[in-house]
T-cell receptor
Framework: RKEVEQDPGPFNVPEGATVAFNCTYS??????FFWYRQDCRKEPKLLMS???SGNEDGRFTAQLNRASQYISLLIRDSKLSDSATYLC???????????FGAGTRLAVHP | GAVVSQHPSWVICKSGTSVKIECRSL??????MFWYRQFPKQSLMLMAT?????????EQGVEKDKFLINHASLTLSTLTVTSAHPEDSSFYIC?????????????FGAGTRLSVL
């Protein structure tokens, strides 16, 4: 079983749609959680950290369910510029390591 | 603007040659940097943790003699792929922790696409 699992997609949605991604992680001792965005052939960029209480940044909402060991990302009012691969990232403990999911691809069309 | 600079962005080399990739932190000191490798449609895989002034810590399955890491200063880490072969062709990305208060947030270089012929 992979340490971090995501649905690879692609999710094809029209502009303005709401789309949600889920991610599960296997290590119950994991401490920190993030969503990164990666454009084609580019480096990952931090989108947002994920907190137990849930957090929102504009059109993006992230939630963490420790009991079920899953993380979600909700994107409202999708824009064309949201098209990218979204990486679920987990720190399993100790600040050295980040474990990346394989990513979920989002394609927003006009 | 970018906080981590990586060079070169793309390199093509012949099989058997060595390639050096540089990773620099801009305007901050990075005692720890990380090197990742990403194959097409796969996730980033941590190769090694680069520690300034000491030996790198390699992940299981990564050959330390093949992927030489040097972190001689607080702003520069280098990865040398020695005797490169076609199977080493991949996207190599470095990262650094910028804020010691947010140790788990890593900022990434733009990556190096290596093609070994």
């Amino acid at each position: 079983r992979k340490e971090v699992e995501q649905d690879p997609g692609p999710f094809n949605v029209p502009e303005g749609a709401t789309v949600a991604f889920n991610c599960t992680y296997s290590n119950s001792a994991s401490q920190s959680f993030f969503w990164y965005r990666q454009d084609c052939r580019k480096e990952p960029k931090l989108l947002m950290s994920v907190y137990s209480s849930g957090n929102e940044d504009g059109r993006f909402t992230a939630q963490l369910n420790r009991a079920s060991q899953y993380i979600s990302l909700l994107i409202r009012d999708s824009k064309l510029s949201d098209s990218a691969t979204y990486l679920c990232v987990v720190n399993p403990g100790g600040y050295n390591k980040l474990i990346f999911g394989a990513g979920t691809r989002l394609a927003v069309h006009p | 603007g970018a906080v981590v600079s990586q060079h070169p962005s793309w390199v093509i080399c012949k099989s058997g040659t060595s390639v050096k990739i540089e990773c620099r932190s801009l305007d901050f000191q990075a005692t720890t940097m990380f090197w990742y490798r990403q194959f097409p449609k796969q996730s980033l895989m941590l190769m090694a943790t680069s520690n300034e002034g000491s030996k790198a810590t390699y992940e299981q399955g990564v050959e330390k003699d093949k992927f030489l890491i040097n972190h001689a200063s607080l702003t520069l880490s280098t990865l040398t792929v020695t005797s490169a072969h076609p199977e080493d062709s991949s996207f190599y990305i470095c990262s650094a922790v910028r804020d010691q208060l947010a140790k788990n947030i890593q900022y990434f270089g733009a990556g190096t696409r290596l093609s070994v012929l």
